[in-house]
């Protein structure tokens, strides 16, 4: 009884001298910790300063998303014997000059998918057919009339790569008047612009005088980089020649520049939906054609360059 007395002693004194110990770990790591919080703002104060000075800013950073399957004699499907894959794959990069009295901004996106579903004695679906396929590539040049205005000129091309590449394609340019009311955001109002749009053959795709509104917001929130541009083409001549794209682009990073990625388009254009609709009916026009939203999606790992 006395030696269980004594180790139940033990064992109190045990917990209380751990109780304690921990008490005074937690008291010697609060200062350590406001220390570390002081040094990150200003870590980030500095960032911001040099991210305020002239010069270039260059960055990139895409997603990859995939997935294969395959079955053999899986006699529960019509087809059991079977493989399917999806590949998709994206990259935002940029490239800024920002001086005291101009600036110049570069950036291209480009977004690729390939699907295939290859099912044994059916020819014919052998090989990867394209499932996204996106392409832009933007110039802005501005003249600062102060920190936030600047007379600009903007050259923007779209098209598709794998598929009918620069049929259509899409080149804006014009000139007015550009706001940056931050570094992270960039909004272009063009009154004075020409979509130019090229197609071969007789189609319904024409080019026209318009009015160019973009913007931009391209930003890092710690680990979460983020990238969205809307686009805007609105034709003097009338609304059916007009278009709008609207992308957004996010990659976390959760180890070394790897991480996860999502990015999300938004489409309306009433000139491809009509060069559509006329593929099953000869009789379509832009009266009666149905303009609908085109979107595409992808998530995968990305990578932030």
């Not at 990150?40 to 991210?51: P, S, T």
């Not at 019509?78 to 940029?94: E, L, Q, R």
């Not at 101009?102 to 059916?122: H, P, T, Y």
């Amino acid at each position: 009884m006395k030696k269980l007395s004594i180790l139940f002693l033990l064992v109190c004194f045990s917990l209380t001298v751990n109780a304690q110990t921990a008490e005074e770990l937690k008291k010697e790591q609060a200062p350590k910790k406001a220390q570390i919080a002081k040094l990150d703002g200003e870590v980030k104060a500095l960032q911001a300063k040099i991210d305020a000075l002239p010069g270039w800013r260059k960055g990139a950073f895409g997603t990859v998303g995939g997935s294969l399957s395959g079955f053999n004699n899986w006699y529960s499907r019509t087809a059991p014997t079977a493989s399917a894959g999806n590949i998709g794959v994206t990259v935002n990069g940029f490239a800024n000059l920002i001086e005291d009295d101009f600036f110049w901004r570069n950036s291209a996106a480009v977004n690729l998918g390939w699907v295939k579903l290859d099912e044994k004695g059916v020819s014919g679906d052998e090989g990867f057919d394209a499932a996204t396929d996106v392409f832009t590539i933007s110039s802005l040049y501005g003249k600062r009339l102060n920190k936030k205005w600047a007379l600009s000129a903007l050259a923007e091309y779209r098209t598709t790569i794998i598929d009918n590449f620069n049929d259509p394609g899409y080149l804006d340019f014009g000139v007015g008047m550009t706001w940056t009311p931050t570094s992270n955001l960039v909004v272009v109002m063009h009154p004075g612009n020409y979509n130019f749009v090229f197609s071969s053959g007789e189609t319904v795709f024409e080019s026209s005088l318009g009015a160019k509104i973009v913007a931009d917001y391209t930003k890092k929130y710690g680990k979460l980089s983020v990238k969205s541009n809307l686009s805007i083409f609105q034709s003097y001549k009338t609304a059916d020649l007009s278009n709008w794209t609207w992308t957004n682009s996010f990659g976390y990073t959760i180890w070394k520049g790897i991480g996860l990625g999502l990015e999300v388009g938004l489409r309306q254009n009433k000139q491809e939906a009509l060069n559509n609709a006329l593929i099953d009916n000869s009789a379509a026009t832009f009266g009666n054609v149905d303009n609908k939203l085109q979107s595409y999606y992808l998530i995968g790992m990305s990578y932030a360059f």
